[in-house]
């Protein structure tokens, strides 16, 4: 872990639960929004949201496919809530019906000095089934969420691959 990381972390929150995270990253907003939304090339870099297929419309609804470390993957349908180009991706979603076990997942970028950012992936978790899969969160998603912003950190830190195949 680096000491830009700030590794995730549950908390009980007024919607029920949260976990949030957090790295700095040498890149400016723009290019690490360019990444984050670049769902095609997900399966090359990000280990834990694999898949993402859909338009990046608010009010839209996208398919994610989720595979978090140490737990069988799972396909999700959220509806973008926020699509804010380079600050924030925001999308809701739930597991068979509302109410059941719902989750708000947030993806923000916060421009930080010398063409730096802050990137925060949190998620609020609601529904029934909240209390029995707290143990889960903390440990198998919170992981995905540690695992994901380590892989953007070194893609988005990574020069173009113009810049790379061509130097100036």
């Not at 180009?85 to 993806?107: A, I, K, N, T, Y």
């Not at 909240?130 to 903390?138: F, H, I, Q, T, Y």
């Amino acid at each position: 872990m680096t000491e830009e990381q700030h590794p995730p972390e549950y908390r009980k929150s007024e919607r029920g639960g949260e976990l949030w995270s957090a790295i700095e990253i040498s890149a400016t907003p723009e290019r690490v929004w360019e990444i984050l939304t670049a769902f095609a090339a997900y399966p090359d870099w990000n280990p834990f949201i694999r898949n993402i297929r859909g338009d990046l419309v608010e009010g839209g609804q996208i398919t994610a496919d989720l595979r978090p470390t140490g737990s069988a993957g799972m396909t999700i349908r959220p509806f973008l809530l926020i699509v804010n180009p380079p600050h924030e991706l925001r999308w809701r979603g739930h597991l068979l019906f509302q109410g059941l076990f719902d989750g708000e997942h947030v993806f923000e970028i916060r421009p930080l000095e010398e063409r730096r950012s802050l990137f925060i992936q949190h998620e609020y978790f609601s529904g029934l089934l909240l209390p029995l899969l707290v143990p889960m969160l903390k440990r198998d998603t919170a992981r995905g969420f540690f695992k994901m912003n380590e892989a953007l950190k070194i893609r988005a830190e990574q020069p173009p691959l113009s810049e790379r195949e061509f130097p100036r």
